[in-house]
Each structure stands twice: as structure tokens, then as C-alpha cells.
């Protein structure tokens, strides 16, 4: 138990240390993950009023809301800072050591459960996971469980959890509803226990639209994939050539690609998401032996069926989206870790030569992390975006009104957050920006303008903003003709003030 107490407090170490500095930035995600669990500690809504939501509009994505609820405790404790919403995911991914360790015992000798453990705690796909406030890194924690209790004949709990994993992140919901129809369809039994998992899927069921909301933006189906594909069209329609038969090649085309070496082997990633670090791979590339030979060695392992089932369903989720993406990718992930374990136990007579090669890589990961990232960052981390918020919050006493470009992704909830905005009187905004759905688009940053007190978002056209008066305007420096004087200039951000009092 030692050894596992030492994996542990280094995973715990590797996931707490600088939490609110690397990943360099705050994605527009975590603020609103961090806003709404704000307001209902506050005042028991979220920002769009809704009380306890099940479903929490957010921008107009309907994130699932399990990260949300975890926020809360962390942020009435530290306040509503970039550390106190990242803390739930540092803790779930150290948690989430410890339970791969307990799945990995029940099906394998200890020591492919230590390694297993180490593995998950120096992976770098668990890095990015479990540093940023992302939804996704729960399912890591609870299918995994679900799982063990289930192996451990504990029906009853495996099922209330993996009832509870519908609510982490879409791709969990998809993947944990599949996987539990197969095991229906595998085991002929489990009726009463199933009782527990359909509560926990009935709310699902009944808000299905609400549901389906990102599903229709970034899904195979979506009307701007349909879109493209017939404006591609050169003849109708025939048996073998419709709108259905792209749908289907595009899934299988999908689903393939996640069993490419060369999407968890090298940094080389269509999905420039703030989880995939550029250069960096998901697993180290020495772990491509270890996963072919425990995929080979598997086989042979008495459960195989259980491990199958999740090998076969795990790509779905992600295979029904437009495009390869290693965020919803990560139902397969503890899988590939396990395999990476049983793999690598069989090959402990090379030990003193591998183990030095897996300790270099993870250096040569922190160096990534803690200097090149930073130096090259990822346009959705908002590297920038603290400073810029932070300096407009600052000196808004100054200025009738202060507007802010189309170049800031949801620059609302950065002045929500930042300024720790009075929730109730969000809310009333909130009222005001549900005209989107009337207006038929898909998320609020989508309206031709909206405001926050005295903060305004919207196009910025010269001729109109320059006739303002005592106004601060912020967007990139394309945005200004050459002879406007800049109060200041943030990399590639410009304020500007217009007819100052």
C-alpha cells in the first residue's frame, strides 16, 4: 500500500501545484462553469435563474451539470477564483488514480494495478484532464467505478453511479446508455437494479431538446454538415449516393480514425481544443508497444467480453461528431490505460530500460507544460483575457460605457467572473438575452448585440463607435484606424477611449 500512497500524493502533487496558472489561461468554459456555481451558491439559480438545474443553459450549450455541483464547495471555501474552479477536477483526477487502481486489481495481479495507477498519474491526457475545469475528467472517475462495483457483484451502486455519469460530460451519457444496453442484452437479467439507472435517465428523456441542443451544432447530423454536403452535390440523389450514406461514411471514417496509432501517439491532432497541448501526444509514444501487447494479451483474460464491450462502444460518442477530437475521444482513455499496464507487466524484463524512457518523456512533458505552452499557447486557453478583463473592471468608473468586440469569445461571463458580478442582477440580464432562442440561433454570443450593466458586445463598425461619447472600446488593433490614440496595448488587444469627459 506504500507504493500506492506515493503514486497518489505525486498524482495529488502534479494536479494541485500552480492549478490556477497552468494551463496557462482560463477558457470561457471554466468561467462559465465557475459563474454558475457562483450564482447557485449565492443564490440557489444559476445565471439564467434556474433553480438546481439538471440542465443549465450556460451559453446556449446545455453543459451537462455534475462539474458545476462540484464547484460549488471549492469556491464557497476560496472564493470565485481560477483555483477554486479548477480544484474539483485536481481532486477528481487524483480520485480517479485510485479507482483505475481498484479496476485494475479486480482483473489483473496488483502490480498491473500500481502500474496502471502510475501510468494514469504521468499520462499526459490525464495532465490536461485533470488541470482543467472540464466536465469530461468525472466519467474517468465514475464509469471506471461503476465498473468495479459492478465486477464486485455491488448491482445496486454500479448502477446509481454509472446513473450518475450521465450527468458528467455527452460523451459519457451516450457511451455509459450503450454500454449498459449491451451488458442488458449480454447478462438477460439485472431488472429491478435497472429500475435505478432509468430514474437517473427519465429527466434526460424528457428534456431530450434540450439535450440534442450541442448535438445539433458539432454533430454529424448537424444542419451545417447537411448544409455542406449538398452544396457539394453535382446530380440527385440516388440509392447508393444521399444524404444517409455520407452520414454513415462519415461516422465509420469517424470511428476508424480512433484506432490510429497516430491520433494517440503523436501530437499531430486535428482538434486544437484548449485540452490538446500542440506537440504533445496522448500517450507517450514508447506506450504504442505496451498497448498492442496487452491488447494481444487480452484475449485471453477472462473478462475480455466486459473490455471488448467498452473497446467497441467507447469511439461512438466521438464518432457521431463532425471531426476527431480527442476531448470526446475520452471514454476510451482508461481503457488504453489498462491496456498500457498489462502490456508493459509482461515486459518486466526490460525494465531498466523502459521505465528510464517513460521518466524522460514525463519531463520532457512538464518542460512543455510549464515553458513552451506558455510561450505558445492555444488560442482558446484566453491567455491574454485575466489582464484585459481585469484592466477594463478596473477603471469602468471612468466611462459611460465600455464596449467590447465580436474578437472575445462570450466576453460576458470574464466581466461576470472577474468583477464577481452580483448573480441576481445577472439574472435579470439573462431575461434579456433569451431573445437568441427566439431569434433562432444557437448560443447567446450570437446576437447582433447584448450588455451587462454598462459593459456592451457587439460588431464594432468605426463610423458608428467613434460618434459615442465617453466610451471605452477594447477589441484587437484592426479594429482602430492608425490615428486613434491607444490608452493601452495588451499583446494583441487595444483600448481605446472615445470623446473622454
Known amino acids: 500500500m506504500k507504493r500506492l500512497y506515493l503514486i497518489l500524493f505525486l498524482g495529488l502533487i502534479l494536479r494541485v501545484v500552480w492549478l490556477d496558472k497552468f494551463p496557462a489561461g482560463f477558457t470561457a468554459d471554466e468561467a462559465g462553469q465557475g459563474y454558475d456555481a457562483y450564482s447557485i451558491l449565492k443564490t440557489g439559480r444559476d445565471s439564467w435563474g434556474q433553480f438546481l438545474p439538471l440542465f443549465p443553459r450556460g451559453f446556449g450549450d446545455f453543459k451537462p451539470p455534475l462539474y458545476m455541483y462540484t464547484a460549488i464547495p471549492t469556491i464557497a471555501i476560496f472564493g470565485l477564483n481560477e483555483f477554486a474552479v479548477r480544484l474539483p477536477t485536481a481532486i477528481i483526477g487524483t480520485l480517479s488514480i485510485l479507482i483505475l487502481y481498484l479496476l485494475a486489481k479486480e482483473l489483473f495481479p496488483e502490480k498491473i494495478a500500481l502500474i496502471s495507477a502510475f501510468l494514469l498519474t504521468i499520462s499526459p491526457w490525464h495532465m490536461q484532464l485533470s488541470r482543467n475545469a472540464w466536465e469530461g475528467g468525472l466519467g474517468i472517475l465514475l464509469f471506471p467505478l461503476g465498473l468495479y462495483l ?140 505496451f498497448i498492442a501487447i496487452g491488447a494481444i494479451l487480452l484475449i485471453r483474460h477472462k473478462q475480455f467480453s466486459y473490455l471488448l464491450i467498452w473497446l467497441l462502444l467507447a469511439p461512438i460518442p466521438a464518432a457521431l461528431t463532425e471531426s476527431s477530437n480527442s476531448q470526446r475521444a475520452i471514454t476510451i482513455f482508461p481503457l488504453t490505460v489498462l491496456l498500457s499496464a498489462y502490456g508493459l507487466a509482461a515486459l518486466s524484463r526490460y525494465y531498466k530500460v523502459l521505465i528510464p524512457v517513460i521518466l524522460v518523456s514525463f519531463i520532457l512533458l512538464v518542460q512543455t507544460y510549464l515553458i513552451k505552452l506558455p510561450k505558445n499557447p492555444i488560442y482558446s486557453q484566453r491567455v491574454n483575457y485575466k489582464e484585459v478583463f481585469t484592466k477594463a473592471i478596473a477603471i469602468n468608473s471612468k466611462y459611460d460605457t465600455i464596449h467590447f468586440s465580436r474578437v472575445f469569445s462570450v466576453p460576458h461571463i470574464f466581466v461576470a467572473f472577474y468583477s464577481k458580478w452580483d448573480p441576481l442582477d445577472y439574472q435579470k440580464h439573462t431575461q434579456d438575452w433569451i431573445r437568441y432562442v427566439k431569434a433562432d440561433k444557437l448560443y447567446v454570443d450570437q446576437l447582433e448585440s447584448w450588455n451587462l450593466g454598462k459593459y456592451e458586445f457587439h460588431d464594432f463598425h468605426w463610423e458608428r463607435e467613434s460618434k459615442l461619447q465617453n466610451a471605452l472600446l477594447i477589441s484587437s488593433f484592426g479594429d482602430f484606424p492608425s490615428s486613434q490614440h491607444i490608452l493601452f496595448d495588451l499583446g494583441d488587444t487595444r483600448f481605446a477611449e472615445i470623446n473622454p469627459k
Not at 192 to 218: T, W
Not at 245 to 250: E, K, S, V
Open 150 to 289: 459492478f465486477l464486485k457483484k455491488r448491482y445496486n451502486w454500479a448502477f446509481l453511479t454509472w446513473g450518475v455519469n450521465l450527468y458528467s460530460y455527452h460523451s459519457w451519457r451516450i457511451f455509459t446508455i450503450l454500454f449498459i444496453v449491451a451488458l442488458v442484452i449480454r447478462q438477460k437479467f439485472f431488472k429491478p437494479v435497472l429500475l435505478i439507472f432509468a430514474l437517473a435517465l427519465l429527466p434526460i428523456v424528457i428534456n431530450y431538446k434540450s439535450v440534442l441542443k450541442r448535438a445539433s451544432d458539432v454533430g454529424i447530423f448537424s444542419a451545417a454538415n447537411t448544409l455542406s454536403y449538398l452544396s457539394n452535390r453535382k446530380s440527385p440523389p440516388t440509392l447508393f449516393d444521399n444524404k444517409y450514406i455520407f452520414y454513415a461514411d462519415q461516422f465509420f471514417t469517424n470511428y476508424l480514425s480512433y484506432f490510429s496509432p497516430g491520433f494517440y501517439f503523436t501530437g499531430h491532432r486535428p482538434d486544437f481544443s484548449h485540452l490538446n497541448f500542440p506537440g504533445t501526444p496522448l500517450h507517450y509514444p514508447v506506450e504504442i508497444i
